[in-house]
């Protein structure tokens, strides 16, 4: 009898449990890691701003295998989760097969176009936050010759490195822009061994100011900079605090805001593309005070004034993923 | 191309090669004995995992050495109880422990220091720093041999010494000592080893335990000598290209410097230049960084010379009764 007794009991808590989740938007983190101390982390600060002035509570998980995809975003449908919100491109065939079986779930996918009726997709202007960037880097550099250092070679990366050159040559249209690819396989996300040797190489051919938009191989590009005493811009994060005084900025990509807007949006989200660029806040660079001694008043005016023109759509950057094709830098 | 690209080529070759020779020589040691290893990766992630650890934790780069030798000699001695005392699949134990220390660092240093699987960055003395040798400064104005002792010889941080000595050392031990052509042997005819009256399982782990070690000093030099810190599954296939730089010199100890040089060159010609023009045509970046597995492949397939593992090696020694 006590045993049906605590059954029933398992079984009430659950069904509250369960009429308590109904609710409660859900967020997917890719493969690296919810403290990438970038991407993924980015999105977790925007969920948990979203959670702090709400009061509210969500679901998330971390990823630990390319399996496991379909299979967490399957589960957080069936539990009702509403809406659900994923970081990274890599999601994109998934969600795709995923999204039609859910009509009445909402879903938003960070970096990647998924066209499904319940599906919104945020897209951000890298090029346009890296074209500010590369402005700064010509203006600090003084030998005429930047760096850019990418991890794995996607067209997503060749998007930063373009608008960086773009931005470079704005500025000083005889500077040398020396770009690198880390690799061509996943494991150019996580090695900082030769994001050391690649800044080493790039030194040696002359460049002063390296910006690195590599994940964990960042990290060794920012070290070595340091290390050698020249400037270096970091990437997604504001990681102008891992060097106080030697790294001249970031390039923020403001993911937790794209996952704030989101879960904040709840059921009522909007679906269809959403492109996160200058003018909405999407990109832009970071000012603060580990990097305030290195930004000039003058750069500072000159990148903002670039930024205000790319909002109004005065100044177009050229963005690579448009035509496979970058103006300013051949890979 | 200049003398100071070169030297600045061959600079990067130098430190690019260390981690390789390390952990060449660690699985020279381990298959000369008769036990496969196909765990050097995995100890090398530990040993860089606890060593840039306990080095961020206490300030002190030299206990974090040992901390990193001892996570790496623990991973051998599982890999030497799995394979050597309980005569298990060599090669399952060791892509075991691979899966093991991907698996486990990026967890431990998560619940040690919350950032993301890595550990905070080293400063100071939590790092090996490089050495300026003497006599630098005296002949820094002769030319060729000046630059060449000051940049390419001088410089670096004191494993990488280690390293280069632990060639001839190895050389040595192998072949000039008693302990050397048992240790040979027990990787050819452990039958003979036996009847000689010398324990097979003790020279077999004494051999493992080398291995750890030098896979321990390996993976302390890619966290704390040339990074400042631990990053997720930061040997990023160092291991493996060891192992293909071993079978490419035969397991010979000067021929494993020689191989792990040549792929630390290519390395450093990849980084160096992504696309070579060679006139007629462009070289990718992507053939450079395939070049050590193909040469690998190339010489196990027999088109140069025959590389003939240990003739024991994988296979465990059951005594006859």
Same mark, same amino acid.
């Given at each position: 009898?006590?045993?049906?007794?605590?059954?029933?009991?398992?079984?009430?808590?659950?069904?509250?449990?369960?009429?308590?989740?109904?609710?409660?938007?859900?967020?997917?983190?890719? /493969?690296?890691?919810?403290?990438?101390?970038?991407?993924?982390?980015?999105?977790?600060?925007?969920?948990?701003?979203?959670?702090?002035?709400?009061?509210?509570?969500?679901?998330?998980?971390?990823?630990?295998? %390319?399996?496991?995809?379909?299979?967490?975003?399957?589960?957080? =449908? %069936?539990?009702?989760?509403?809406?659900?919100?994923?970081?990274?491109? =890599?999601?994109?065939?998934?969600?795709? %097969?995923?999204?039609?079986?859910?009509?009445?779930?909402?879903?938003?996918?960070?970096?990647?176009?998924?066209?499904?009726?319940?599906?919104?997709?945020?897209?951000?202007?890298?090029?346009?936050?890296?074209?500010?960037?590369?402005?700064?880097?010509?203006?600090?550099?003084d030998s005429?010759t930047?760096?850019?250092?990418?991890?794995?070679?996607?067209?997503?990366?060749?998007?930063?490195?373009?608008?960086?050159?773009?931005?470079?040559?704005?500025?000083?249209?005889?500077?040398?822009?020396?770009?690198?690819?880390?690799?061509?396989?996943?494991?150019?996300?996580?090695?900082?061994v030769?994001?050391s040797e690649?800044t080493k190489a790039q030194i040696s051919q002359g460049a002063d100011?390296?910006?690195?938009?590599?994940?964990?191989?960042?990290?060794?590009?920012?070290q070595t900079a340091a290390d050698e005493n020249i400037l270096?811009?970091?990437?997604?994060?504001?990681?102008?605090?891992?060097h106080?005084?030697q790294? /001249?900025?970031?390039?923020?990509?403001?993911?937790?805001?794209?996952?704030?807007?989101?879960?904040?949006?709840?059921?009522?989200?909007?679906?269809?593309?959403?492109?996160?660029?200058?003018?909405?806040?999407?990109?832009?660079?970071?000012?603060?005070?580990?990097?305030?001694? /290195?930004?000039?008043? %003058?750069?500072?005016?000159?990148?903002?004034?670039?930024?205000?023109?790319?909002?109004?759509?005065?100044?177009?950057?050229?963005?690579?993923?448009?035509?496979?094709?970058?103006?300013?830098?051949?890979? | 191309m200049d003398f100071v690209t070169l030297l600045q080529v061959l600079d990067s070759t130098v430190r690019l090669a260390t981690p390789?020779l390390l952990?060449?020589?660690?699985?020279? #040691?381990?298959?000369?004995?008769?036990?496969?290893?196909?765990?050097?990766?995995?100890?090398?992630?530990?040993?860089? #995992?606890?060593?840039?650890?306990?080095?961020?934790?206490?300030?002190d780069v030299w206990?974090?050495l040992?901390?990193?030798?001892?996570?790496?000699?623990?991973?051998?001695?599982?890999?030497?109880?799995?394979?050597?005392?309980?005569?298990?699949?060599?090669?399952?134990?060791?892509?075991?422990?691979?899966?093991?220390?991907?698996?486990?660092?990026?967890?431990?240093?998560?619940?040690?220091?919350?950032?993301?699987?890595?550990?905070?960055?080293l400063i100071g003395e939590g790092r090996f720093e490089g050495i300026t040798l003497p006599g630098v400064e005296a002949i820094a104005g002769i030319p060729l041999i000046g630059p060449i002792y000051g940049e390419l010889i001088s410089g670096h941080s004191i494993l990488v010494y280690v390293a280069f000595a632990m060639v001839p050392l190895?050389?040595?031990?192998?072949?000039?000592?008693?302990?050397?052509?048992?240790?040979?042997?027990?990787?050819?005819?452990?039958?003979?080893?036996?009847?000689?009256?010398?324990?097979?399982?003790?020279?077999?782990?004494?051999?493992?335990?080398?291995?750890?070690?030098?896979?321990?000093i390996?993976?302390a030099y890619?966290?704390t000598a040339l990074q400042a810190?631990?990053?997720?599954?930061?040997?990023?296939?160092?291991?493996?290209?060891?192992?293909?730089?071993?079978?490419?010199?035969?397991?010979?100890?000067?021929?494993?410097l020689?191989?792990?040089l040549?792929?630390g060159l290519?390395?450093a010609?990849?980084l160096r230049?992504?696309?070579?023009?060679?006139?007629?045509?462009?070289?990718?970046?992507?053939?450079?960084?395939?070049?050590?597995?193909?040469?690998?492949?190339?010489?196990?397939?027999?088109?140069?010379?025959?590389?003939?593992?240990?003739?024991?090696?994988?296979?465990?020694?059951?005594?006859?009764?």
């Open positions: 009898m006590t045993l049906m007794t605590k059954l029933y009991g398992a079984a009430a808590a659950l069904a509250l449990t369960a009429g308590a989740a109904v609710a409660e938007p859900a967020l997917i983190f890719d /493969l690296g890691g919810k403290f990438d101390k970038s991407f993924n982390e980015a999105a977790f600060n925007g969920a948990v701003r979203w959670a702090e002035e709400t009061g509210e509570t969500f679901r998330e998980i971390e990823l630990q295998s %390319e399996a496991q995809r379909e299979q967490a975003l399957r589960r957080f =449908a %069936e539990n009702g989760n509403n809406p659900i919100v994923m970081t990274g491109f =890599a999601f994109g065939n998934v969600l795709s %097969e995923v999204a039609p079986d859910y009509p009445d779930t909402k879903f938003a996918i960070i970096d990647m176009v998924v066209d499904q009726p319940n599906v919104r997709s945020v897209v951000f202007n890298e090029h346009e936050g890296s074209y500010l960037v590369g402005m700064m880097a010509a203006m600090a550099s005429g930047v760096g850019f250092i990418g991890g794995m070679d996607i067209p997503l990366i060749r998007k930063f490195a373009c608008g960086y050159a773009q931005g470079v040559k704005a500025v000083n249209p005889d500077a040398t822009v020396v770009a690198n690819m880390t690799g061509t396989t996943p494991a150019a996300w996580n090695d900082p030769k994001g690649l100011v390296v910006y690195a938009a590599a994940g964990g191989t960042g990290v060794g590009v920012l270096s811009i970091g990437v997604d994060s504001n990681q102008n605090y891992l106080p005084g790294v /001249l900025t970031s390039m923020m990509k403001r993911v937790d805001n794209a996952v704030y807007d989101a879960m904040k949006a709840g059921t009522d989200l909007e679906t269809g593309i959403n492109v996160m660029g200058i003018a909405n806040g999407g990109v832009g660079y970071a000012l603060d005070e580990h990097n305030e001694s /290195l930004v000039s008043a %003058e750069m500072k005016t000159a990148v903002d004034d670039a930024a205000a023109k790319i909002a109004s759509g005065e100044l177009a950057v050229h963005d690579y993923m448009s035509d496979d094709s970058c103006p300013a830098l051949s890979f | 390789l952990a060449c020589l660690a699985g020279l #040691f381990s298959e000369r004995a008769g036990i496969f290893d196909i765990g050097l990766e995995g100890k090398m992630l530990a040993a860089a #995992f606890f060593s840039a650890a306990v080095a961020a934790i206490t300030g206990l974090g040992g901390a990193g030798v001892l996570a790496s000699l623990a991973l051998s001695l599982l890999h030497g109880l799995a394979s050597i005392t309980f005569r298990g699949n060599q090669l399952i134990s060791g892509v075991a422990i691979n899966f093991l220390a991907a698996g486990l660092t990026v967890l431990i240093a998560q619940d040690w220091f919350s950032q993301g699987g890595r550990t905070p960055s190895t050389w040595w031990l192998l072949y000039r000592t008693r302990f050397g052509l048992r240790l040979r042997a027990v990787g050819e005819a452990p039958e003979a080893v036996d009847t000689a009256g010398i324990s097979v399982v003790g020279l077999r782990f004494v051999a493992v335990g080398i291995c750890g070690v030098l896979c321990g390996a993976g890619l966290a810190g631990f990053v997720k599954d930061m040997t990023a296939g160092r291991g493996f290209i060891a192992l293909a730089a071993l079978i490419f010199a035969k397991w010979r100890p000067w021929y494993a020689y191989a792990c040549l792929f290519l390395q010609v990849a230049y992504q696309n070579i023009d060679l006139g007629a045509f462009v070289v990718p970046v992507q053939v450079m960084d395939a070049l050590p597995y193909i040469l690998t492949v190339v010489i196990l397939a027999g088109f140069v010379g025959k590389a003939i593992p240990p003739r024991a090696g994988g296979e465990p020694y059951v005594k006859e009764r």
